[in-house]
């Protein structure tokens, strides 16, 4: 069974601390993604990767940074974590571009920053 | 801009039928999805239409018209277990997958 595995499904912080959340997928897919899930706001990029070392900025990249060092594994970082930055994250990867089967999403790290 | 937009809530009874539509308009279309989501749970996989028409998977369809910007995704024989948020997404021309907020089903008895 294919999956995208995210390494924490729940995890709290201190303001100001850095936090990693790690992704890894077993699938040998390109590219993958990093979003934010908030309420009323849907999801929405911060990150993504179609190649090894590769990075491209999403829709809401300020305050983070990526790492792709490996094909199947994606990492997110909060250099200095913010109370705006308690949400849900989502990691997903998918094939090459126009892949009819779309994205495939982690089970997701809900985090807090306290 | 880019915009996706599909009803914020929605409540259907246990056994009926619902429909959940979406508006698009984006730079370039190469695709629409629909996923379901489960509270706290992630997103997973419904349906993809490229051309205009119906496509059919069991309980599930989902129709798109290109030329107006509009897909539904139709739910028969609803269940219980059909509560969820349900995710519009369409692929653009950069190939990258822009959301719609979601519409989040009630089922009721």
């Known amino acids: 069974d294919v999956k995208v595995t995210q390494s924490s499904r729940y995890l709290v912080k201190r303001t100001g601390e850095k936090v990693f959340l790690e992704c890894v997928q077993d699938m040998d897919h390109e590219n993958m993604f990093w979003y934010r899930q908030d309420p009323g706001l849907g999801l929405r990029l911060i990150y993504f990767s179609y190649d090894v070392k590769m990075k491209e900025k999403g829709d809401i990249p300020e305050g983070y940074s990526v790492s792709r060092e490996k094909k199947e594994r994606f990492s997110l970082i909060l250099e200095s974590a913010s109370t705006n930055q308690t949400s849900m994250y989502l990691c997903?990867?998918?094939?090459?571009?126009?892949?009819?089967?779309?994205?495939?999403f982690g089970s997701g790290t809900r985090l807090t920053v306290v | 801009g880019q915009n996706i937009d599909q009803p914020t809530e929605m409540t259907a009874t246990e056994g009926a039928i619902v429909q959940i539509n979406c508006t698009y308009q984006?730079?370039?279309?190469?695709?629409l999805f629909w996923y379901q989501q489960h509270a706290g749970e992630a997103p997973t996989f419904l349906s993809y239409n490229v051309l205009d028409g119906l496509e059919e998977k069991g309980r599930f369809s989902s129709f798109l018209s290109r030329s107006k910007g509009y897909s539904y995704l139709l739910l028969k024989e609803l269940q219980m277990k059909d509560s969820a948020s349900y995710l519009c997404a369409v692929l653009d021309s950069n190939y990258q997958l822009i959301w719609g907020a979601g519409t989040k089903l009630i089922i009721k008895p």
């Open positions: 997903a990867s998918s094939r090459e571009d126009g892949d009819r089967y779309g994205y495939t």
């Open positions: 984006t730079s370039g279309f190469n695709g």
